[in-house]
Nanobody
Framework: QVRLVESGGSSVQAGGSLRLSCAAS????????VGWFRQAPGKEREAVAT????????VYADSVKGRFTITLNNTDNTLYLQMNSLQSEDTAMYYC????????????????????WGQGTQVTVSS
């Protein structure tokens, strides 16, 4: 059984940083398409950062480029999202997601393409 568990969400001041973690059990992030998504109240879930871990060429939302970084630690099978220069607009529930199959040429940005999801971790940025 696949289980993704996010952690690291918190309340921070604008300009601050957070690192989100996503630990997987029953699933290896290696050689898969994975991503971080977020959903603010009243808004649709959107891709923040997606990547194919076999050949890391991350795709970032324009709103987070230069501020967020998605990385994978293969040793402990944990996906990270480093978030710097946080803004109030970054306030949302953040989810990690993963595709069941191996290989993807271009990591998908639509939530519909992802098979596994964590329960989410809340990030609140106050100005």
């Amino acid at each position: 059984q696949v289980r993704l568990v996010e952690s690291g969400g918190s309340s921070v001041q604008a300009g601050g940083s957070l690192r989100l973690s996503c630990a997987a059990s029953g699933y290896s992030f290696s050689g898969r398409c994975v991503g971080w998504f977020r959903q603010a109240p009243g808004k649709e879930r959107e891709a923040v950062a997606t990547t194919f871990t076999g050949l890391p060429r991350p795709v970032y939302a324009d709103s987070v480029k230069g501020r967020f970084t998605i990385t994978l630690n293969n040793t402990d099978n944990t996906l990270y999202l480093q978030m710097n220069s946080l803004q109030s607009e970054d306030t949302a529930m953040y989810y990690c997601a993963a595709v069941s199959g191996y290989w993807c040429e271009i990591p998908p940005t639509s939530p519909a393409n992802y098979d596994y999801w964590g329960q989410g971790t809340q990030v609140t940025v106050s100005s």
